[in-house]
């Protein structure tokens, strides 16, 4: 189930929130640290917590920092932003002994914070006093928590550096050094945007390829400059400058394509009082690639199209059309349930259609003129073609279908969705972003084949298509919630796991008193996701767009 369908289900009632709009990365600093090791300083490291239905969860923590009191850490920690709630965020510092892993138990508790995502949002920097559990100050520790706005985000960068006959800084081995990148700032202020990893005994070191946002990486401007500092690495603490460079994400592109991707990594100091000094070691680029991102919006605006498809349950279950108490009964003072969901999903679908053709489907009726059961016949009995003109097409060949068929079972919705996917499989070897699939599955009860969806949702989550099943009227949906991924990947009763998360399910009953529109944003929350997802996936560009030269498009929403 989608986050946006979690926050209405918890929403006042006839409020829907809107979904996530942005994604935040904050980065975390600390100064002037309690010092609790009595012969060295303290390895600090930094947990994030944020607060849930009344309880503090632990989110993530960042790497710890040996021997020093004023960390900058490099871990990033990422956070979907919401306007309209006070997300409650606590931040802890440890004095860490054991392994770097997600537990605190055996570190001291060094200090922490409480904020809300919205102030730091808003201040973009803020810098907080550490306090005790009891609230009372710690000296002058202080940390300062980053934010940056990735949602304006274009792009990832992977690179990969590698040093030739840097200086040697140790008497009795060869130094062990690290590379640090840093961003500089409109303001001349530097940020840190990645740290590699220590290589030990070694003069000539290759550093493992990192992958950072070209938001983090240069604030999207490729002009910004760029710091890479090297150094020797000291368990103390107490590291040894190597030397420096300063670049460009434009000049590194240039550099790279030419082949001469390398800079000389220069001492300040030992250039002023060396007069013969040339250079302290050579960094090399030894990889670039950029991946673009493409919205979901890149793609509809390059001519992706929505093809929509309702599959409607007309099994016994929902009770005799003729019936007042029917799920299916057609009152001409307020639409059924069906009919509310159908035109509410609808109407959004069909402003991504140029044709404005919808296929309709039904299933688990006998249907004319033998009536044997079908799970996938067309409601306007044309098995040629079961499109109908928009969704008052829709509305209309559902209502003469009624009482032309009788309601049966069992409630078996693999073959609409085997259906569904034989046309979202032509489509995906077109080789082009062009059309994308949704499947509207309205029923009223838990579904009766559920191995075999499970085995066609696999199969479908790697096709152009998503997946929206609404249950209609008061039966107990608990099973049908493992089919919407969120408690883990799906698999197939073979053991194979979907390879995107598909599906979403939603209880129509928990959503009723909610307007058409808020209804649709709700139930539709996850598909711009899920179609920037595919395509990301099959490294397909929106129409129009060549595909990158290093990399596919990435993903946002």
Known sequence: MSA?????????????????????????SCRHLLDRDPLTKSDPSVVLLLRSQGQWVQVDRTEVVRSCLHPVFSKVFTLDYYFEEAQKLRFEVYDSHGPGSLSCQEDDFLGGM??????????????????????????????????????TNNGYVELSFRAQKLDDKDIFSKS???????????????????RTEVVRNNLSPVWEPFKVSLNSLCSCQETRPLKCLVWDHDSRGKHDFIGEFTTTFAE??????????????????????KRHYKNSGVVVLADLKFSRVYSFLDYIMGGCQIHFTVA???????????????????????????????VAVGEVCQDYDSDKRFSALGFGARIPPKF?????????????????????????????????????????????ISKVARLAAAEAHSGEASQYSILLILTDGVVTDMADTREAIVRASHLPMSIIIVGVGN?????????????????????????RDIVQFVPFRELKNVSPAALAKCVLAEVPKQVVGYYSHKELPPRGLSTPRDGGPGSTP
């Open 475 to 499: 039966a107990d949906f608990t099973d049908m919630r493992v089919l919407d991924g969120d408690d883990g990947v799906l698999r197939s009763p073979r053991g194979e796991p979907a390879l």
């Open 312 to 342: 409607i349950d007309f099994t016994a279950s929902n009770g005799d059309p003729r019936n007042s108490c029917s799920l299916h009964y057609i009152n001409p003072f307020q639409p059924n349930e069906y009919l509310q969901a159908l």
């Open 114 to 151: 409480e904020c809300t995502l919205g102030q730091i949002v808003a201040q973009k920097k803020m810098t907080c006093a550490l306090s005790l559990r009891s609230g009372r100050n710690v000296g002058k520790s202080t940390i300062t928590v980053t934010a940056e706005d990735i949602s």
């Open 4 to 28: 946006g369908w979690e926050r209405g289900a918890a929403a006042a009632p006839g409020v829907v929130p809107a979904p996530c709009a942005s994604k935040v990365e904050l980065r975390l």
């Open 372 to 416: 044997e059961v079908s799970h996938d016949f067309a409601i306007n009995f044309n098995p040629e073609d079961d499109e109908c003109e928009g969704i008052q097409g829709v509305v209309e060949a559902y209502r003469n279908c009624l009482p032309r068929v009788q309601l049966y079972g069992p409630t078996n919705v693999a073959p609409v």
């Open 176 to 194: 062990d050094p690290f590379l640090e990148l840093y961003r500089i700032n409109d303001d001349q202020s530097q940020q840190l945007v990645h």
């Open 252 to 273: 590194m592109q240039k550099a790279f394509g030419e082949d001469q991707a390398q800079w000389e990594c220069v001492n300040i100091k030992y250039k002023q009082k």
